[in-house]
């Protein structure tokens, strides 16, 4: 009986870890579903890549939070609000999903991350600004 118990309560602890963990996970989207989204209102398009790459090209209406800023988190924080939506790219999806993670993690509750980054939109043929 006392092993049925333990039992019990170890699937019961790791059913809660499981879903603390699925609390902090974001969304990665493809580029047809991402390009959908931006198209909503009250959304935060944030490009997380360096300065540079932001002016070689970027996303209509994205805000540029570079990834590699060592006060990243705080910038972000301050910049945008946590209740809206935030639709996160860099170059190849990497650190955009690094990003997504840290936003995830300080509250924010909505993260999408595009897949495969600004690559995958580029090698679509879509609208970029410079």
């Known amino acids: 009986m006392k092993k049925l118990v333990v039992l019990f309560l170890v699937i019961g602890l790791s ?3 499981s879903q603390e963990k699925k609390e902090i996970a974001f969304v990665n989207i493809d580029v047809v579903t991402f390009q959908k989204s931006m198209q ?12 540079k790459e932001y002016k070689a090209g970027h996303l209509k209406s994205a ?4 990834f590699f800023d060592t006060d990243f988190k705080a910038i972000s924080i301050k910049k945008l ?4 939506p935030v639709y ?14 840290i936003y995830k ?10 897949i495969d980054g600004f690559n995958a939109w580029s090698a679509k043929g879509l609208e970029i600004e410079k």
């Open 40 to 51: 909503k209102k009250d959304i935060q398009l944030v490009d997380v890549r360096t300065s």
């Open 88 to 101: 996160v790219y860099c170059r190849s999806g990497n650190r955009s999903a690094k990003a997504a993670k």
């Open 81 to 84: 609000d946590k209740k809206k």
């Open 63 to 66: 805000v540029l939070i570079n």
């Open 15 to 17: 059913s809660c870890k």
């Open 105 to 114: 993690e300080a509250g924010f509750t909505k993260v999408y991350n595009l």
